[in-house]
C-alpha cells in the first residue's frame, strides 16, 4: 500500500462523522477496497439507521480522466435510482476538507469527494473463488447479471467494465451490478468518431476483441456488444473457476497483436471493414475452449445447452454474438427447468429410447414375417 492511500485512509478513519450523517468510518478491506482512484469506507448513515459504502476519491489522484470517471459515476447512479439489480444509491456526491500538517509545521487543506452507496457484504469474484454455488445457483445468478445489463442497456447505458467483482453480493443475497466509473450514457450519442483511447476502458480480462481493437472510437455504441461478450467470459469462469483469457489458444494473442497493429493503422473510414475481416478468420482459426475440458462439472442433461449459450455470447466476431437478452433468457430457464426436473427428464429420456428399441424390434419382427417360407417352395 502506497504511503499516500495509508495516510489518506487514516485521515478519513479519524473522523468522527462525515457530514454530520455518516459515522464511524473504517477501510472496506485492509487497502480501502480494490480501486484504483478511490477508497471504500463502511459508516453508519444516522438517517436510516444501516451501515453504508462511502466511496472517496483519492485527492492526489489528478487524472482529469479518472475525475471524470468517478463524478459520471455519480451521475448515471442517480439516473438509476430505483432500478432493480442495481447498486443503490444512498446520497450524493459532496465533499469534505481536512487540514493536515506537514513536517515543517504548515497546515494543508484536503478535500476528499465522495458519495454513499448500498454496502454489499461479498461479491461473485469471491463466489468463484470460493466455489459455493452449485450449478442451479449459478444459473440464477447469472440470470439477474444479465438481468441487470439488460436494465441499463434499455436506459442507453454501458457499463464496459464488467467483471465478477462488479456484481456485489448483498447481505441478503441478492446480486447487484455496482462500478459505473467507465459506464457511458450513449442514448445521446451518434455512430460518429468520439476520443480516442491509448488503452481499452475497463479490465482487458474481460474486453471483448472490437473493445481491443478501439473499434468504439468510432462507433460508441458498439460497447453494447462488448457487454455482451464480458457477460458470456463471466459465465465461462463462473462455470470453470478459470478466465476465459487464459483458457484460449496462446497463439490468439499474437493474432490479436497483428489485429490491434493493423487497426490502429488502418484509415477511419476502413476501419470496421478491415476488422470484420481480420476477426471472421480469427474467430474460425481459434473456436472458444470446450467447458468440460476446462474443468466445468455441468450435468449431462443441460452440458450442451449451456455450453452453446457460453459460446454465443463471448463469440470473438461480435456479428456472430447473441444480443437479444429474451433469448438468453430462455436459454438460462429452459436449463432451470432441466436441472429441477432431472430425474422426470431422465425417465423420459429412458421411455423414449425404450419405445425407440421397441419400435426397431416390432419392425425388425415384421421384416421376419413378411420374407418368403421356405416350406413348400419348389425344388
Known sequence: MSNNVDAFLRIVESRRDI???????RRVGPSGGNGVFSLVFRARDETSGRDVAIKVFRPDCNDPYRIACFRREARILETLVGQPDIIGWVAPRSSFVELTTTSGGIQWPITFEYYALELASSDVGSVIENGTWSIEQTLQGFHVMCRAVQRIHARGVAHRDLKPSNFLVMPDGIIKLSDFGTARDLSGVPNAIRQQYQDPPGDTRYASPEMM???HDQDPKIAFHGDIFALGSILFELLTRTGLVGALDPRFFADLSDLLQAMSVAPQEGRRRIYDQLIGQIADNYPLPRLVASGARIPAAVR?????????????????????FNRIFLAIRTCLI???????????????????????????????????SEQGSPR
Open 19 to 25: 457530514d454530520g450523517r455518516f459515522t464511524r468510518p
Open 213 to 215: 481493437s478501439g473499434l
Open 304 to 324: 450442451e445447452r449451456v455450453e452453446d449459450l457460453y459460446k454465443s455470447m463471448a463469440a470473438l466476431a461480435y456479428r456472430a454474438r447473441l444480443r437479444d
Open 338 to 372: 432441466i436441472l429441477r426436473n432431472e430425474r422426470q427428464y431422465q425417465r423420459w429420456r429412458q421411455k423414449r429410447e425404450e419405445y425407440r428399441r421397441n419400435r426397431e424390434a416390432r419392425r425388425q419382427r415384421n421384416a421376419v414375417r413378411a420374407m418368403p
